[in-house]
């Protein structure tokens, strides 16, 4: 097991870092400035000039779509491969879309990739790849639990040549962004049918009649504005038959092999966050006096920040490894790794950030620095793709199996 950088992603580690450097970090201002002139000018759900501006450059660097294994519509990296530049985008939440790999359109475009018709790909991900409109993924419901995915009550029915859709959806991620063109909508065709094969997924365009954008959430007061968190209700929204992905029955295959990939790339980012917080940390200690001493030289702080260091890169080999399995062995021989890093990731991003906002003080809860955003971010990831408990409920299975005999 050889988690050596391929050459090509260590070239590509230090084209997207010289980028980060030159285009992305000198703009960090200039988001939130532009953020609230948006909003003061009544304008808020409005993309942003400074990520519009900076992906044409990101695109003529060949720093695009990196996500894609396709070799021919984005880069043809592996898992492993695409790990480590997720991690560098990841210390600026926004930076991702510069680079054309933000979720959901990362997911979307790969299940476009793999499952989509012709007339889908032409309509859609051909857009979507040129970075030229935005997607969403409608699974959560607000009236059940969904950690459980088998409880989803949406409905989509065949008639005719058409499926209609019914059902309200939250935390539809991306949709309150106007570019928003299509979602991919889970829901169940056939109640009666096993308990993994009642659900379906079919693309439903934004302006199709009967979808209704309710309203923004937010989380913990950020609402993620242009990109957004939306609640979303579906009312005899019809659209053709030839719209439904892989099949009736098949929403919890493509769940699957869209998470996998997706999971990596969250807690890549979440790790790139986590050290971008330790970075701020260390030089906040080092400048702040606090009882006649740098605060760096608190034996607390010294504790805090070496813990940091052990989990961060910690948490990076196990999604290292959790990535080559997925590579070698596929994502199904991986599940055990793709779940621990779901749990592992998040938890330690959470706690990282938030040592880093104690060093700061009272400053650290403020605007004036980032990580009070940072925290709302990767608390999130605790609950999106599945909460802790379920990816614990899953491990531990895994692992009793082991020492069960079989009958």
């Not at 600026?92 to 959901?104: K, L």
């Not at 779901?342 to 003080?361: F, L, S, T």
Request: glycine share 8%; proline share 6%.
């Amino acid at each position: 097991m050889d988690f050596g950088y391929s050459p090509r992603t260590q070239e590509l580690q230090a084209a997207v870092t010289a980028f980060m450097n030159e285009h992305v970090y000198p703009n960090e201002g200039r988001y939130w400035q532009e953020l609230e002139a948006n909003t003061q000018a009544g304008k808020r759900w409005t993309p942003l000039a400074v990520i519009e501006e900076l992906k044409p450059k990101a695109r003529a660097a060949g720093l695009w779509n990196l996500f894609l294994p396709d070799s021919e519509l984005g880069a043809g990296l592996t898992n492993q491969e695409y790990a480590p530049l997720a991690e560098i985008m990841g210390r600026v939440p926004w930076a991702s879309e510069v680079f054309n790999c933000s979720a959901p359109d990362t997911g979307n475009m790969e299940v476009l990739v793999r499952y989509g018709k012709p007339e889908h790909k032409e309509r859609w991900l051909k857009p979507l790849l040129a970075g030229e409109i935005r997607s969403a993924f409608a699974m959560t419901e607000p009236a059940v639990a969904s950690a459980d995915a088998t409880n989803i009550e949406a409905r989509i029915e065949r008639d005719g040549d058409d499926y209609v859709i019914n059902g309200r959806k939250w935390w539809t991620s991306g949709a309150g962004d106007p570019r928003c063109k299509v979602l991919i909508f889970m829901g169940k065709t056939d109640p009666e049918a096993p308990r993994h094969s009642q659900q379906s997924m079919v693309l439903v365009p934004m302006d199709a009649p009967g979808v209704t954008v309710l309203r923004p959430l937010t989380v913990m007061g950020y609402d993620d504005a242009p990109h957004g968190h939306m609640e979303v209700d579906f009312k005899n929204v019809r659209v053709p038959a030839s719209n439904i992905l892989l099949g009736e029955g098949r929403g919890f295959e493509i769940a699957q092999g869209r998470l996998g990939p997706g999971r990596i790339h969250h807690c890549m980012r979440l790790i790139g966050l986590a050290e971008r917080a330790l970075e701020l940390m260390c030089k906040r200690a080092t400048q702040r006096v606090a009882f006649g001493r740098p605060i760096a030289q608190q034996g607390v702080t010294r504790e805090r920040i070496a813990e940091a260091r052990c989990r961060i890169d910690m948490a990076r080999l196990l999604t290292l490894k959790a990535a080559w399995m997925m590579d070698v062995a596929g994502n199904k021989t991986a599940k055990a790794e793709i779940a621990m890093i779901k749990v592992v990731a998040p938890q330690m991003a959470c706690q990282v950030i938030d040592w880093a906002m104690q060093v700061h003080g009272g400053a650290g809860m403020s605007q004036d620095f980032p990580l009070a955003y940072y925290y709302t971010l990767a608390r999130t990831l605790r609950f999106a793709d599945g909460p802790d408990e379920v990816h614990r409920d899953a491990i531990a299975k895994l692992e009793i199996g082991k020492h069960t005999p079989v009958a």
